[in-house]
T-cell receptor, first 114, second 118 residues
Framework: AQSVTQPDIHITVSEGASLELRCNYSYGATPYLFWYVQSPGQGLQLLLKYFSGDTLVQGIKGFEAEFKRSQSSFNLRKPSVHWSDAAEYFCAVGGDTGGFKTIFGAGTRLFVKA | GAVVSQHPSRVICKSGTSVKIECRSLDFQATTMFWYRQFPKQSLMLMATSNEGSKATYEQGVEKDKFLINHASLTLSTLTVTSAHPEDSSFYIC??????????????FGPGTRLTVT
């Protein structure tokens, strides 16, 4: 079955500290992986995506993610968090299986403390 | 980049009435659009896949008679919540695939519609 697991419901990080948000997926075919960010009451914004090639992908706002096939993971990282990064982060997987549907993880709420 | 709009952004309706939400792809043609529902502090749950010119495919547990989906053109899909009740209050988000201009695996998301049923 296709699924995405984000083990951390919420994470608190000090401003300026590094961040890593975890994501594990289960997908029967070649996975296409995404990270989205959502501020309260707002829509989704795509941070980055992985389709193929270099397993370390760079995104917007200084975020990056690394695809590790052996671990079925696609963790999101940022070297230095800013207060404006406080939001909900969703990992998602899509592909050929199931009519090109995108499956979302439960999300991780990021809190940033001064 | 590909832009998807939704209208209205917010709607309040009385219990028992119906409300229609529009999803438009502004600069590309979308043969497939998706409708999601998001409850507060929860993830997006796929409700249905909308295909232009054919019937929508609903996910298990979604009442097709309650959530009517029409995808009459390559740029417009509509979701009608019929006989709305307070438990239908939620954030509804649509997305679209730009098969011609992008990859088939990427969806472009609308800004969402906040529905409140009183």
């Amino acid at each position: 079955a296709q699924s995405v697991t984000q083990p951390d419901i919420h994470i608190t990080v000090s401003e300026g500290a590094s961040l890593e948000l975890r994501c594990n997926y289960s997908y029967g075919a070649t996975p296409y992986l995404f990270w989205y960010v959502q501020s309260p009451g707002q829509g989704l914004q795509l941070l980055l995506k992985y389709f193929s090639g270099d397993t370390l992908v760079q995104g917007i706002k200084g975020f990056e993610a690394e695809f590790k096939r052996s671990q079925s993971s696609f963790n999101l990282r940022k070297p230095s968090v800013h207060w404006s990064d406080a939001a909900e982060y969703f990992c998602a997987v899509g592909g050929d299986t199931g009519g090109f549907k995108t499956i979302f993880g439960a999300g991780t709420r990021l809190f940033v403390k001064a | 980049g590909a832009v998807v709009s939704q209208h209205p952004s917010r709607v309040i309706c009385k219990s028992g009435t119906s409300v229609k939400i529009e999803c438009r792809s502004l600069d590309f043609q979308a043969t497939t659009m998706f409708w999601y529902r998001q409850f507060p502090k929860q993830s997006l749950m796929l409700m249905a896949t909308s295909n232009e010119g054919s019937k929508a495919t609903y996910e298990q547990g979604v009442e097709k008679d309650k959530f009517l989906i029409n995808h009459a053109s390559l740029t417009l899909s509509t979701l009608t919540v019929t006989s709305a009740h307070p438990e239908d209050s939620s954030f509804y988000i649509c997305s679209a695939r730009d098969v011609a201009g992008g990859t088939p695996y990427e969806q472009y998301f609308g800004p969402g519609t906040r529905l409140t049923v009183t």
